[in-house]
Structures are given as structure tokens and as C-alpha cells.
């Protein structure tokens, strides 16, 4: 027998031999993916949901558009013609299955209610693109619901990656609502389990083994296990609640199909679902908010390929929106500006002043002076250069309010997240500030409540409105004339100190009574609403947070720098849990802050 060595050289000869006969093989073509789009009353999320599959990372001709539509009371079936038109020289295959009548199911109550028959039908659609791609020999067919926002690109091969037969992105909204369960009950229900959050939070990285997904997931048909699968009609061992997603659960488990739930990576977003009462208009309400909770750390538009008319922008009953914006910061900019579009809003944008570009002759040609003995009460740190630009800009913006004679404003950074339904919300409680004829300066919409001890005084005949306590933080606050008046009056460049602590000041709230001192009189009129309606985008340790007033150099030496927050988080950080005794109670609606909500079922 020869020795080991010399096989071993022969197949190498003869491995080497070959690749001289054969030289590198070209890559292999991607898999065969089946999009199936299955859409009603959906012209709202339609331009934004199309715009996240134009721009999915994989050849577009490996790729098969099954689109649907039916029971519409908008424009949906000719929103989605228009896109399938105009796509259908870019992908592989489009298949169009739309039905103008009827507009409603008969035993509907509404839009949102769903009856024995729209599952019915919803499964019947959801079998027939299962039976299309495996018809057309696709490898993989995309479930994605048509408000779901696919914001990463690269999500196809991402999933494909994994090697599973079914797995589903985990997608987020701003409550622990997400599109996969951890639990299910014997009946097949939503059950709450402690492995839940932990995914959802991505305290546990990876993919997970979970009994139920939903809304956007990615199967398989390769997998033979696969040709089990169905939603329609139900196994005959079904006899769970008539849906879809359950049905489809149980036919995975029937046919031994682990499901899995990765979140590895942000995929893409997802709206809470609504109630059976509520309407289109409440729904277009609810993905508005999905669309700027996505912009916060993603660019996504519209589709290029649909015409989507401007959204009617207003300043709801204010005379100026202002958006305090440093030049430099062109991402901020364009993404509160998207933002705001969004949310029908139409802003002025006010340049704010740079501290970082501030140098001591400037400071001095203003007149600027820290206020005696003053310390950051976390870090102990003088004033910042930052921190003195802030105020500037807010100063300039209230001059501006004095100048032009302006009633009430709406003043917002451009860090800033908007709660569900702000705009309605605003509205309504200007509107009963209005009626209750309140002597008010200035509204919070945004802030960090500091004073924790005992709960703010609520106000009578205004619902969703207290009486501001000591607070920090100007993320977005509304101001009368007469409140712009009283803080220009403080003329507080001599004696400054960051404009919120000067705020709390100004309204007779602050716990340090040597730095009220210095002010008289402090008779500002200072509310807040309740709950908030905007937080700040990013919290002090959070992937993308970054602040240009507490990164800066201290005032009258730009030679020493700061970056304290990082070292002392308290400020910066998200409010911490108020105890029940110190919890404010208000009238009016109270849905709880979507940064705090916990709803995690269906």
C-alpha cells in the first residue's frame, strides 16, 4: 500500500489537473422568491410599504409579485395597479388578483372588525399565493403584510441565511408589541410567558424557537416538510379559533415545521393592531406613527413609481412652528423634517446657535456670565459652551415671538419622537385650554419630570393638563406671547444657567432657592400635558444618541472638554418609574406612553 503522503499528493495532482480542465464556475443565481402582497383599505401604507420592497437588496428578476385586493372603500385596487404596471418590467413574474365589489363584508360591524368570513376569505387568498409559488417552482415565498415597513434591505438574505424552514424578522413598534408569540394556550391563544420581552427588548440575541409568527415571515419550499404546510383549508384536526395565523401554527406543527423568530438585526416595523370599532381614518392615524417611529434610524420614502399627492399641512391653530435645528446637523434636519411632513405639520426651521463655534470675545460682546456658583447637579461641571448655545437659541426664538407680535407658538428640538396620534391630541388640548379661557406662558409637550416626590396638580376643566412641577429637558414646549415676554424680561445673559433649569426658575420650581434668587419676579404660567406627547429620540447609552450641548468645552475655556453625560447618565436617561403615590392623575383620554406601553398581544 503506498503511504499516506503520496494519496494524498496524488489527489492533488489530480485536483489540480481538473481545475486546469475546468477553470472557476460563475456564481450561482440567487433563489426564486414569491412576494405575496395581500391588500385592503391600504392606499395610506401602500406608497411607503412598496417604496421598503423596491428597495430590498436581491435581484429584482429573482423575484414574483403576488398581489391581491379586495372589500376596498379607498383607493387601494388602483393604487396598487399603478405600482404593478409600472413593476412589472423589473421583476421575474407579476400575478394580479384584484375585486372591485363588494366593498364590505356583509357581517362586518366595520373596516376593522373581522367576521368568520373575512378570515374565510383571507386564508382561501393566503393558499392561493402558496399554491402559485409552489406552481412557478419558487424557493422561498415573503409574507409581508402591507403595513409593514421592511426598512433593512438586506432582510431576504438575512433570513435565508439562517437555514430554516419558517422564520419570521422580528419586526418593532414602540410598545413590546411585535409580529411572533412566545406562548400559546391550549386553545391556540395568546399566551404570556417570560421569554418574550427579553427577545423583543434583544436583551437575547439569535433565533428563536417560538409556536406562533405573524404579519412578515419567510418559508421555505424547498424543505419537503414544506408541502405540508396550508391556511387553507384548515388541518382536520383544527379545532381552534377560525383565523388564519393559528390555523397556519397548527399546520406547522402538524407537519413538525419548527417556527422561528430572529432579531439578530432591526428588520422593519410594524403598527399596533386596532380595534374591531375603529376606522380607516384611525388606522391611517396608526401608521403614520409607525412611519416616524422608522424615520428615527432609517431613510425611508415613498415608492418612486406611485404618485402620491402631498399631505395638507398645517400648524394646528398655532402661528409658528418652530424647529431649533444646528446647521451642521443635516440629519436631524431631514428626518424631522420628513417627520413632520408625515404628521401633516408645517414648520419653520430656526438656525440654532453653535456653542462649539462660540469663542470668549463673543461670549464677553454678549454680555454672557454664568451665574454664580453655579454646578451641574450631577456632575458638578461648570456651564458648557453647548449648553450656552442651547439657551441662545431658544432666546433668539422667543425674541422672535415678541418681535413679530406671535399669539402662541409650538417650539421643538430636533431630537425628538412623537407619541401615537400627536396631532389630534395637541389639537384637542389646546382647544380645551381655549374654552377653559387658562391664563397660561408656557405648555410643556416634552420633558423629564424631576420632581417625583408627589404628583403635579392637575387642571380644572382641561383634560390631559398639570401644572408644572420642577423639570428638565426642552424638547418641545408651547409659549404665549406673554410667557415670551417674562423670560426676555429675566434678561438672564448675566446670570446664565441651562435654559431648563431656568425654566423651572422662572415658574417659582426650582429646588435650589440661591439660583431663584437671582430672578424676579417668577411668575411664569407653566403647564404640561399629561401623558407627553414627544421624548427624546435616544437615551445616554443608546446606539445613535449624541448631544451637542452636553459634548462640547466648558464656557470660558474651550480648551477643556466635556462629555459628561456619558460619565454621569441620570441626566440624559430615560425618566425612571414615578411611584404610584407621586403618579399624576388628569381627566380626558390617557392612553399610556407608547414609550412605556407593555401590550404585547394581538
Known amino acids: 500500500m503506498p503511504p499516506v503522503g503520496a494519496l494524498r499528493l496524488a489527489v492533488l495532482s489530480s485536483l489540480f489537473s481538473v481545475s486546469l480542465l475546468f477553470p472557476d464556475e460563475s456564481p450561482l443565481l440567487k433563489p426564486k422568491v414569491l412576494i405575496a402582497i395581500l391588500a385592503r383599505n391600504a392606499a395610506h401604507s401602500l406608497p411607503h410599504y412598496l417604496g421598503c420592497i423596491e428597495r430590498l437588496d436581491y435581484p429584482k428578476e429573482r423575484i414574483a409579485i403576488w398581489a391581491a385586493t379586495d372589500h376596498n372603500v379607498d383607493n387601494t385596487t388602483a393604487m396598487l395597479r399603478e405600482w404593478l404596471k409600472a413593476a412589472q418590467s423589473r421583476y421575474h413574474y407579476v400575478e394580479w388578483r384584484p375585486m372591485e365589489e363588494p366593498r364590505s363584508y356583509t357581517d362586518e360591524w366595520g373596516p376593522k372588525h373581522w367576521p368568520p368570513s373575512r378570515f374565510n376569505h383571507l386564508m382561501k387568498l393566503r393558499q392561493a399565493a402558496l399554491k402559485t409559488a409552489r406552481e412557478r417552482w419558487a424557493d422561498y415565498i415573503l409574507f409581508a403584510d402591507s403595513d409593514n415597513l421592511l426598512t433593512n434591505p438586506r432582510v431576504l438574505d438575512l433570513m435565508m441565511a439562517e437555514n430554516l424552514t419558517l422564520v419570521a424578522p422580528m419586526l418593532e413598534s414602540r410598545s413590546l408589541y411585535s409580529n411572533f408569540w412566545c406562548g400559546i394556550t391550549p386553545q391556540g391563544y395568546y399566551k404570556r410567558t417570560p421569554d418574550y420581552q427579553p427577545i423583543r427588548e434583544w436583551k437575547r440575541l439569535g433565533c428563536f424557537a417560538v409556536p406562533m409568527v405573524h404579519s412578515t415571515f419567510l418559508l ?3 424543505r419537503s416538510s414544506s408541502r405540508s404546510l396550508a391556511f387553507y383549508p384548515p388541518h382536520p384536526d383544527y379545532s381552534w379559533a377560525f383565523d388564519d395565523i393559528m390555523v397556519f401554527a397548527f399546520s406547522a406543527r402538524q407537519a413538525d415545521v419548527q417556527i422561528h423568530v430572529c432579531n439578530r438585526e432591526h428588520y422593519g416595523f410594524l403598527p399596533i393592531p386596532l380595534k374591531a370599532h375603529q376606522s380607516v381614518e384611525d388606522e391611517e392615524e396608526s401608521f403614520t406613527h409607525t412611519v416616524t417611529e422608522a424615520l428615527i434610524d432609517h431613510s425611508i420614502k415613498p ?7 402631498p399631505k395638507l399641512q398645517d400648524t394646528m391653530g398655532f402661528d409658528e412652528i418652530f424647529l431649533i435645528n444646528l446647521k451642521r446637523r443635516t440629519d436631524r434636519r431631514e428626518r424631522m423634517l420628513n417627520t413632520l411632513e408625515a404628521l401633516g405639520l408645517e414648520v419653520t426651521v430656526t438656525e440654532a446657535v453653535d456653542g462649539k463655534a462660540l469663542n470668549s470675545s463673543q461670549l464677553k ?3 454672557i456670565e454664568m451665574m454664580p456658583d453655579y454646578k451641574d447637579p450631577y456632575s458638578g461641571r461648570v456651564l458648557t459652551r453647548g449648553e450656552i448655545g442651547c439657551f441662545l437659541s431658544h432666546h433668539a426664538t422667543w425674541i422672535e415671538v ?18 401615537p396620534r400627536f396631532k389630534r391630541r395637541m389639537q384637542t388640548i389646546m382647544e380645551d385650554v381655549e374654552k377653559a379661557q387658562l391664563d397660561w406662558d408656557l ?4 420633558r423629564k419630570r424631576m420632581q417625583v416626590a408627589q404628583p403635579e396638580v392637575s387642571v380644572e376643566g382641561v383634560d390631559n393638563l398639570v401644572e408644572a412641577d420642577y423639570s428638565y429637558w426642552t424638547l418641545g414646549y408651547a409659549l404665549s406671547l406673554q410667557g415670551a415676554r417674562k423670560l426676555l424680561s429675566a434678561q438672564p445673559f448675566g446670570k446664565m444657567l441651562p435654559v431648563d433649569e431656568f425654566l423651572p426658575i422662572m415658574f417659582n420650581k426650582h429646588p435650589n432657592t440661591a439660583y431663584m434668587s437671582h430672578f424676579e419676579p417668577r411668575d411664569l404660567r407653566a403647564f404640561s400635558v399629561e401623558p407627553l406627547l414627544v421624548y427624546p429620540t435616544h437615551y445616554t447609552g443608546e446606539p445613535g444618541y449624541f448631544s451637542d450641548t452636553e459634548t462640547s468645552t466648558i464656557w470660558d475655556d474651550e480648551s477643556i472638554s466635556t462629555d459628561w453625560d456619558r460619565k454621569h447618565p441620570p441626566k440624559t436617561a430615560q425618566q425612571g418609574r414615578i411611584r404610584p403615590i407621586a403618579q399624576n392623575s388628569v381627566t380626558g383620554d390617557t392612553p399610556p ?10
Open 220 to 222: 421555505d419550499l424547498r
Open 303 to 309: 415608492s418612486e413609481l406611485l404618485f402620491v399627492p
Open 365 to 367: 460682546a454678549l454680555g
Open 402 to 419: 415678541v418681535e413679530r407680535r406671535l399669539q402662541r407658538v409650538l417650539v421643538l428640538e430636533d431630537d425628538v419622537r412623537f407619541e
Open 443 to 446: 405648555i410643556y409637550v416634552g
Open 593 to 602: 406612553p407608547a414609550v412605556r406601553a407593555s401590550r404585547d398581544e394581538l
